[in-house]
């Protein structure tokens, strides 16, 4: 095995959002990522340390991810060795409503589907053995990003601030996406998820869910009455 320095991985501790069989909280942890690498600053570490300063490496890995969707759309996967097998994924379009809201189209009888019904979802990727052994069998020491005893990252908000703070962000940008939320809020993808459905949801919610691409995008209610 190669010698690599033992970096810390940063760590942060979050529950479950389902109770156990007998209805405790338990707990599960999720490396504390910040930020990307894109493309740029990973060609300038390949010419650093890998000596490849010959190769023209930017052009290779756009050539390459354009060639995967190539052949994913000739209806093959594509498998490239060492690292794993990239795949096409699709699904059945959303129903939009009449006020543009967005909702899962429910099929009960499959003659019903033609190809104007389906769109492209996305990309999966499932790593070869060799590419998962890279990171598993490699050392490692774990360090957690909070202080002991803090568990999670989120920000607890009442619904009455939610509501005000995400109202207050509408009027000014019209619209917003889930990751800006996320961020914006500092939020777990599950809480997000779930303020998201809580407050676009029941009666008089104060938001609206549309899908105009492949991403949620959320904009006030003309017709929500604020709660006295």
Known sequence: MAAYDILPIDYNILPNPLPDEQGRTTYQVRQDTRGALYTRGLVEHMRRHHKLTEYPID???????????????????????????????????PVIDEQGVAHKRQVT?????????????????????EFTRLATQRPARFRHSEPRGIVGHSIHYTREEMTESLLSYLDKYGSISRGIFIMGWNLTKHQALKWL????TGDNP?????????????????????EK
């Open 59 to 93: 052009a290779i890995i756009h050539t390459l991810a354009e060639e995967i969707v190539e052949q994913l759309f000739y209806n093959r996967c594509m498998h490239i060795d060492g690292l794993g097998t990239f795949s096409l994924t699709i699904g059945l379009k």
């Open 109 to 129: 009888d499959p003659n019903e589907i033609t190809g104007n019904d389906i769109e492209v979802t996305g990309i999966a990727f499932k790593p070869d053995v």
């Open 197 to 200: 459905h809580e407050l676009s």
């Open 206 to 226: 104060p938001l609206v869910e549309t899908r105009p691409t492949n991403a949620y995008v959320y904009h006030r209610n003309p017709d929500y009455k604020p």
